[in-house]
């Protein structure tokens, strides 16, 4: 169960020779920190964790702890081991991040809560800090250092073919668990619930094949079968906005959870057929910031080692 804070204590009264006066940069990062956006805002993604981590199961580390400790380790560039150490054997650190006689977490369980929060929410806690401590005249906020520290992200290799197939199969599986829902007895549900699964793979195997081919007839030839593969990804996508229609009319837990599925992914597969389109039919080079390089990690961004004669934009196609 998320907790939301531990109950407070002074631990400045109990120990009256120490006070958080020892640290002037600490005593300001308080007071923005008691700013109550930035606590909902992590809470909200820490409550994403399981489906019923707000009500049920044990006494969590208190999203008030989570956060000021994460703000530690970023402040004073600590790993997370040593984030816990340090905060564990000062007074003035438990202070700070509330945590007062408790036991403070390990480092595997701050890492674990720490994976939870998105990036949307760290900009925007990055933004608020900013805008407070300007608004309290503790900074000007020309500048803002962040840490850009680049992650590999576990995707397979961003070809326009598989990002299809990925968009078809994805939806095809959402699309037959709404048959499950719906019961559907009318004449139209053998076009909107139809399986195209295996004509996307035959029209994949064609593609490989073509493109390992050279000369223009084989060009024209992968050109086709594209146009074919984004004809079938299309009604896969009609399909699913056909069947999303229905899901709103349906007030099963299980409806509302394939429907919240569709609104998710069927941007994501529409941006691919976009994509797909400007490139290989179009023949238009498509901006690298302007891409979706995966459906499931759509935060992913492409970062190209190159010349500095060349614009990272100006990537090469890849067609296959």
């Known amino acids: 169960m998320l907790r939301d ?3 407070p204590v002074d631990l400045f009264e109990l120990v009256p020779a120490i006070g958080m006066m020892t640290d002037r940069v600490l005593m300001q990062l308080d007071r923005l920190l008691e700013d109550d956006a930035l606590f909902q805002a992590v809470k909200a993604d820490l409550a994403r964790r399981f489906p019923r981590t707000l009500i049920d199961g044990r006494p969590s580390t208190p999203v008030e702890v989570i956060l000021r400790m994460l703000v530690i380790k970023h402040l004073y560039g600590w790993s997370y081991e040593r984030t816990e150490a340090w905060v564990s054997d000062s007074l003035v650190l438990r202070q700070f991040c509330r945590i007062y006689l408790q036991r ?11 994976n939870l929060i998105q990036p949307p929410t760290l900009q925007q806690l990055l933004d608020h800090v900013v805008d ?11 500048k803002l250092r962040v840490d850009s520290t680049v992650v590999e992200t576990t995707i397979h290799f961003p070809v326009d073919s598989t990002l299809l197939g990925d968009g078809v ?4 599986r ?26 996307v793979r035959r029209v994949m195997y064609r593609l490989i094949t073509t493109s390992r081919q050279r000369g223009e007839e084989a060009a024209a030839r992968l050109k086709q079968e ?18 999303r229609q229905r899901l709103l009319e349906q007030t099963s837990r ?19 057929i976009s994509q797909t389109s400007r490139r290989v039919i179009a023949g238009e080079r498509v901006p690298a910031g302007e891409k979706l390089v995966s459906l499931f990690e759509p935060e992913t961004a492409i970062i190209r ?13 890849v067609m296959r």
Request: aromatic fraction near 4%; charged fraction near 30%; avoid cysteine.
């Open 305 to 317: 080692k190159g010349k500095l004669g060349h614009a990272v934009d100006d990537m090469p196609p």
């Open 254 to 272: 299980q409806a509302k959870r394939i429907q919240e599925a569709l609104e998710q992914f069927l941007p994501r597969v529409e941006q691919v």
């Open 226 to 243: 594209y146009q074919q593969l984004l004809q079938l990804t299309e009604q896969v996508v009609d399909q699913a906005k056909h069947v």
């Open 5 to 7: 804070r531990y109950a």
């Open 132 to 142: 407070l401590a300007r608004h309290l005249k503790v900074t000007r906020g020309r």
């Open 174 to 199: 959402m699309i037959e668990r709404a048959k499950q829902v719906l019961q559907p007895s009318d004449t139209r549900a053998q076009t909107i619930f139809r399986n195209r699964i295996r004509s």
């Open 104 to 114: 403070v977490p390990d480092d595997t369980t701050l890492i674990r809560w720490a």
């Open 169 to 172: 199969r994805v939806l095809t």
